[in-house]
């Protein structure tokens, strides 16, 4: 069974760091690009930040862009994203989400909270 | 620009009617788009892929169509279990943007 499972949310300071995690299990990792999507409460669906299989190639929502860093390490089966500068409006639930055949979204996790409040 | 729009923002229907949403990208997407369910307290879950492909396991009532910049999910006849936030993605080129959703209800 294809599982994703996320840790690393918290409560933080605005300019605060933090680094989220998803453990995935049930399929070949390296295989399959992988994104973070992340949810504000009572929001819809944002797309943050999403990386290739081999990890060579990583894209970011405008919003995020030089702030978030998206990485891999298909050794050990385990997506990272690191978020600096934190931002009230950063403040969501942070999923990750396996790729399907290209950039479609089949599998997601059940996220892990980030809070940032002063 | 990778603006999503989707329409209507929400809907009321009731069991059995067929219940139409659309979805228009700001450039060509080709058929690069996806369509996701979110219940509430859930997390979402891919029904349609390539514009038209009904993910494994998706009721045939759901069905998509489109492409370039306009398309649309259609569910054939409500049901209660139906009852959810409907979200459109992109997901040609990055940035993978999300559809604002449309929420679908019973009158």
Same mark, same amino acid.
């Given at each position: 069974?294809?599982?994703? &499972?996320? +840790?690393?949310?918290?409560?933080?300071?605005?300019?605060?760091?933090?680094?989220?995690?998803?453990?995935?299990?049930?399929?070949?990792?390296?295989?399959? #690009?992988?994104?973070?999507?992340?949810? #504000?409460?009572?929001?819809?669906?944002?797309?943050?930040?999403?990386?290739?299989?081999?990890?060579?190639?990583?894209?970011? #929502?405008?919003?995020?862009?030089?702030?978030?860093?998206?990485?891999?390490?298909?050794?050990?089966?385990?997506?990272?994203?690191?978020?600096? +500068?934190?931002?009230?409006?950063?403040?969501?639930?942070?999923?990750?989400?396996?790729?399907?055949?290209?950039?479609? &979204?089949?599998?997601?996790?059940?996220?892990?909270?980030?809070?940032?409040?002063? | %620009?990778?603006?999503?729009?989707?329409?209507?923002?929400?809907?009321?229907?009731?069991?059995? %009617?067929?219940?139409?949403?659309?979805?228009?990208?700001?450039? %060509?997407?080709?058929?690069?788009?996806?369509?996701?369910?979110?219940?509430?307290?859930?997390?979402?879950?891919?029904?349609?892929?390539?514009?038209?492909?009904?993910?494994?396991?998706?009721?045939?009532? =759901?069905?998509?169509?489109?492409?370039?910049?306009?398309?649309?999910?259609?569910?054939?006849?409500?049901?209660?279990?139906?009852?959810?936030?409907?979200?459109?993605?992109?997901?040609?080129?990055?940035?993978?943007?999300?559809?604002?959703?449309?929420?679908? %209800? =019973?009158?």
């Amino acid at each position: 069974e294809v599982q994703l &499972l996320e +840790s690393g949310g918290g409560l933080l300071q605005p300019g605060g760091s933090l680094r989220l995690s998803c453990a995935a299990s049930g399929f070949t990792f390296s295989s399959y #690009a992988m994104s973070w999507v992340r949810q #504000a409460p009572g929001k819809g669906l944002e797309w943050v930040s999403g990386i290739s299989g081999t990890g060579s190639s990583t894209y970011y #929502a405008d919003s995020v862009k030089g702030r978030f860093t998206i990485s891999r390490d298909n050794s050990k089966n385990t997506l990272h994203l690191q978020m600096n +500068s934190l931002r009230d409006e950063d403040t969501a639930v942070y999923h990750c989400a396996k790729g399907g055949g290209w950039w479609e &979204l089949p599998v997601w996790g059940q996220g892990t909270p980030v809070t940032v409040s002063s | %620009d990778n603006q999503m729009t989707q329409s209507p923002s929400s809907l009321s229907a009731s069991v059995g %009617d067929r219940v139409t949403i659309t979805c228009r990208a700001s450039q %060509d997407i080709r058929n690069y788009l996806a369509w996701y369910q979110q219940k509430p307290g859930k997390v979402p879950n891919l029904l349609i892929y390539a514009a038209s492909t009904l993910q494994s396991g998706v009721p045939s009532r =759901f069905s998509g169509s489109g492409s370039g910049t306009d398309f649309t999910l259609t569910i054939s006849s409500l049901q209660p279990e139906d009852v959810a936030t409907y979200y459109c993605q992109k997901y040609n080129s990055a940035p993978l943007t999300f559809g604002p959703g449309t929420k679908v %209800d =019973f009158k």
